[in-house]
């Protein structure tokens, strides 16, 4: 073919692609067959698309972490250990979380792969740790999608009653949007769900305005409460025991549902291999996730602690209930402010969250397992794509893993979502222990192979040390976090089971791929920091040349965003 002279943009563009075309098809000629570590590589035609931007990133985890946990779950937490329970357990569990967030970004801004986190442990830990984490977190999200579809159903049983239309009708509903959102690229999910989840913080904007005014007596009741309930009846409700031992328990029993609260803020990690820039953008979303986890996490429930009292007849009754919006404190707190019409409003945006956190998290389930494909952990058709980079094979078996919510149709499903909440707990928080060990072995590795700290595009605040006390923390919430089904009379086998499956799946998965490959852990000396960064760097210089052409051309693309609503999305 002959080329064209070089006299526009666009037959520059042309060029430049037919250029990238043919080098890519010369590296799938010659990487087809190459192995390493004894792991297939994956062909770049069968990749993913960079259409994530930091905007799309950082609503991807608010998004998923946004959701039944915070406003529902938190009432749960609430009736069981008191206000001040819940205000310490959520800001602890936050504060591990950020140190798992600081120390994926370092591994990620360094080096982001397009198996997400997986690969950091593959490459820096141990091939076994990187197999275990992948398929322990794809096991947390084809039972977590399932269960936020149920949750939907049982939100919309607030307007129509299940005896009326089968909560299967809905949960058919909302499977074959999400389904459809994720089949459509990845541009059009990033772009869905950060509108999406822009709405959602709108509405915690609000619900954090109405309980302020609630609690300073500007409510239809004019009933000033501040501080009332900490004092009456308690800031914290005794849990099996009486007096200090009690309170302490209280404390703990609540770390299950903090834990369960927080999950999905870890998915950036899984986004990196479809993000523009990720050395700038991930680093970013960090930050942001961060303050928004202060902001939305800690200073709800602390208003939610001032509104309801945790021994309020209608939240004990809400908890119990197959119904989503009654199960909110913050319905209870705006029922005992007496305001009308606006329990509907909040249950719609209740249902907004769930159907939010189901399309993120049908997301990620995906991309895991595609990550896996790539890594060689998992059948090589799911690491295919088809031409909008979307893996349609590792789709495709994750939603039909979501099948399972039509389990949840029945009277016991209340019952059932509670055991998967607390399954997907022990299953999130293996996941986080594994990337801080990575993290840790990522540190030792760089500080061995002479790589210093200026060198880093995003560096941890508290370095290896964090990350070392946040995986203490982790590992003592994962052994003790059901402590209560070993206490006297309180035996519970479906509760134990559920609480505990994961810790020995885990580690048959671990030592079962050890025995199984015999593959060797990676030393300090001989962990693989620089296999792929070097494309990494040409594709960050190639972009931030393209963007500084259009900022030249006076194209600023998103300036409304940047100047008006970026402080707060």
């Not at 305005?209 to 501080?227: E, H, N, Q, T, Y």
């Not at 986004?271 to 200073?299: H, W």
Request: net charge positive; hydrophobic share 45%.
């Amino acid at each position: 073919m002959e080329k064209s002279p070089r006299t526009t943009s666009h037959t520059r563009d042309a060029d430049q692609n037919e250029k990238t075309s043919t080098i890519d098809e010369l590296r799938l000629q010659e990487n087809d067959c190459l192995e390493r570590d004894g792991q297939p590589e994956v062909d770049l035609q069968h990749s993913l698309h960079r259409g994530l931007k930091a905007r799309h990133i950082s609503m991807i985890a608010l998004g998923g972490a946004l959701g039944t946990g915070l406003i529902i779950g938190s009432g749960a937490a609430l009736a069981k250990a008191g206000p001040a329970a819940v205000l310490i357990s959520y800001a602890i569990v936050g504060f591990i979380v950020y140190l798992v967030l600081c120390a994926l970004g370092e591994m990620a801004a360094w080096l982001p792969l397009p198996s997400g986190f997986t690969g950091h442990a593959t490459r820096y830990c141990d091939p076994a740790l990187g197999f275990a984490l992948g398929w322990t977190y794809w096991f947390k999200y084809i039972i977590i999608t399932p269960n936020q579809l149920t949750a939907g159903a049982l939100v919309i049983q607030y307007w129509i009653d299940r005896d009326t239309v089968n909560p299967g009708v809905w949960i058919s509903i909302f499977l074959v949007v999400i389904l459809c959102i994720n089949y459509f690229g990845i541009s059009f999910f990033g772009e869905f769900e950060f509108w999406l989840s822009s709405i959602k913080i709108l509405t915690l904007c609000g619900l954090m305005i109405l309980s302020l005014v609630l609690a300073l007596g500007g409510g239809p009741d004019r009933d000033r409460k501040g501080f009332r309930y900490w004092k009456n009846p308690g800031a914290i409700r005794p849990y099996i025991r009486e007096g200090s031992s009690g309170n302490f328990l209280a404390i703990w029993s609540t770390f299950v549902t903090a834990t369960f609260t927080y999950l999905g803020t870890e998915l950036i990690g899984v986004t990196v291999g479809e993000a523009q820039n990720p050395r700038k953008t991930i680093p970013r979303a960090i930050k942001l996730t961060f303050f928004r986890i202060v902001v939305f996490y800690i200073v709800l429930v602390t208003l939610l602690g001032m509104l309801v009292p945790y021994n309020s007849p209608e939240l004990a009754f809400a908890s119990n209930e197959n119904t989503g919006a009654s199960a909110s404190p913050f319905v209870v707190a705006i029922i005992i402010a007496g305001i009308p019409i606006l329990p509907h409003i909040i249950n719609a945006a209740i249902l907004l969250f769930v159907f939010s956190a189901s399309n993120s998290d049908l997301y990620i389930a995906s991309r895991t397992l595609y990550g896996l494909a790539v890594e060689g952990r998992a059948p090589r058709i799911f690491a295919r794509t088809d031409r909008r980079g979307v893996p349609v094979y590792a789709l495709a078996v994750s939603a039909l893993f979501a099948l399972l919510a039509f389990l949840n149709v029945t009277d016991d499903s209340k019952v059932v979502f509670g055991y998967f909440v607390n399954l997907t707990t022990i299953f999130g928080i293996l996941t986080w222990i594994s990337i801080l060990v990575s993290h840790i072995y990522f540190v030792r590795a760089r500080r061995a192979q002479g790589v210093t700290d200026d060198q880093l595009a995003y560096r941890a605040p508290l370095g290896i040390y964090g990350s070392y006390g946040a995986l203490c923390l982790c590992c003592i919430i994962a052994l003790f976090k059901n402590f209560d089904v070993f206490t006297k009379g309180r035996w519970n086998l479906s509760t134990f089971i559920t609480a505990y499956l994961g810790i020995p799946l885990y580690l048959i998965l671990l030592f079962g791929y050890k025995i199984w490959t015999r593959a060797p852990g990676h030393t300090p000396q001989d962990a693989d920091l620089f296999s792929g960064k070097e494309d990494i760097d040409i594709e960050e210089r190639d972009f931030l040349a393209a963007q500084a052409e259009k900022k030249a051309a006076g194209i600023h693309a998103g300036w409304f965003y940047r100047r008006f609503v970026s402080w707060l999305f």
